[in-house]
């Protein structure tokens, strides 16, 4: 059983969380304030967190940098807060997902399945393959429909990147570092670039992406598992 430590301050939420993952097999653990969610990441050693923003005693910001100090347990933000600079500094600071309430139970099940696939999965994806699409990196071979892709050494290494964490949103900020360099984190339209190339050689239809999906004004998500 996966055990869930869900910080936030809200009764009602946790109540709601309590109920809501326990009907679906997950251990809940549960912390009103970030000082305890931090001692209880620490020393109860959860598979996941479910992480909200606007607690009492420390922004929840801090949290991600304190837990990602001393574990890669993966994060799902879940909070009021909108803004795409509070989305994209909760995924740079370390988070893996970022949900906004009021939130759908059926998507988080789905978000919260991803997260633990990928903590299960280990830190890289050596072989992943999603319709018709193989992706083998160990072979470097990526063949859609039995039909190998020729793609370039970038084209190769951004996906590469963005199949290590699959099913998790990574920001501008971050594929661009990785991929280009610190130089180049703010070739926005660089990148863009790169993804449309990409899309046109993987996807089935381009213009509607299933794969490598837009998460708008904050990043990409390498879309490799359905949601059900």
Request: glycine share 8%; net charge negative.
């Amino acid at each position: 059983m996966s055990r869930i430590l869900v910080i936030d301050d809200e009764p009602q939420i946790r109540k709601f969380l309590r109920i809501s993952l326990g009907a679906n097999g997950y251990e809940v653990v549960e912390a009103p304030t970030a000082g305890e969610g931090v001692t209880l990441c620490a020393s109860g050693h959860p598979d996941l967190v479910i992480l909200d923003l606007g607690l009492p005693d420390m922004d929840g910001q801090e949290v991600i940098t304190a837990v990602r100090a001393t574990s890669a347990v993966p994060i799902i933000v879940l909070s009021v807060r909108a803004s795409e600079a509070d989305k994209v500094e909760s995924l740079d600071r370390g988070a893996d997902d970022f949900m906004v309430k009021p939130f759908g139970i059926g998507e988080l099940m789905a978000r919260v399945r991803a997260a633990l696939r990928q903590k299960g999965d280990g830190a890289s994806a050596e072989l992943l393959q999603t319709g018709s699409l193989r992706m083998d990196f160990t072979r470097r071979i990526i063949t859609k429909a039995g039909q190998e892709v020729r793609l370039s050494k970038k084209e190769y290494d951004l996906l590469q990147y963005l199949a290590a964490t699959p099913d998790h949103v990574l920001t501008h900020r971050q594929i661009l570092k990785a991929v280009w360099g610190p130089a180049h984190v703010e070739d926005t339209a660089y990148l863009r670039v790169y993804i449309n190339q990409l899309r046109q050689k993987l996807e089935d239809n381009p213009a509607s992406p299933t794969l490598l999906v837009t998460e708008p004004g904050v990043g990409y998500r390498l879309k490799a598992q359905p949601d059900a």
